[in-house]
Every structure is written in structure tokens, then in C-alpha cells.
């Protein structure tokens, strides 16, 4: 499940431009892969990070 979520959310941030969101979704899709259950944690709290970055940009350019 982590895994297909990490690449379904890999997809639609590249598609947007979003080239960290984009990176740190495929460092999780390789920890998934590879069973290092370690890296979900920390890898999911910098694509919390990074997605709320993104998500205010997309909400400035809306409304700009």
C-alpha cells in the first residue's frame, strides 16, 4: 500500500512541477520496495512538509 501510494503521489507531483515532492516519493517507493520500514516515518514527514509547500503555491497561483 505505501508503495502505490508513493508512486501514485510521485506521478501527480511530477505532472505539476513539483521536483522534491517528486523526489522524496520515489525515495519512499524505494524504501517500500526494499522493506526498510525505517525510512517510512521520516520520509513521509518530509512529504508532509513538502506537499504543504506545494499546496500553498498551487492556492497563490490560483488566486493570483
Given at each position: 500500500?505505501?508503495?502505490?501510494?508513493?508512486?501514485?503521489?510521485?506521478?501527480?507531483?511530477?505532472?505539476?512541477?513539483?521536483?522534491?515532492?517528486?523526489?522524496?516519493?520515489?525515495?519512499?517507493?524505494?524504501?517500500?520496495?526494499a522493506?526498510?520500514?525505517?525510512?517510512?516515518?521520516?520520509?513521509?514527514?518530509?512529504?508532509?512538509?513538502?506537499l504543504?509547500?506545494?499546496?500553498?503555491?498551487l492556492?497563490?497561483?490560483?488566486?493570483?
Amino acid at each position: 500500500a505505501v508503495r502505490q501510494a508513493a508512486h501514485s503521489l510521485k506521478g501527480c507531483a511530477a505532472n505539476l512541477g513539483a521536483e522534491k515532492l517528486a523526489r522524496l516519493c520515489a525515495e519512499l517507493e524505494k524504501a517500500a520496495k526494499a522493506e526498510q520500514r525505517d525510512q517510512f516515518i521520516p520520509l513521509a514527514v518530509q512529504i508532509e512538509a513538502e506537499l504543504n509547500l506545494v499546496r500553498k503555491d498551487l492556492e497563490n497561483e490560483r488566486t493570483a
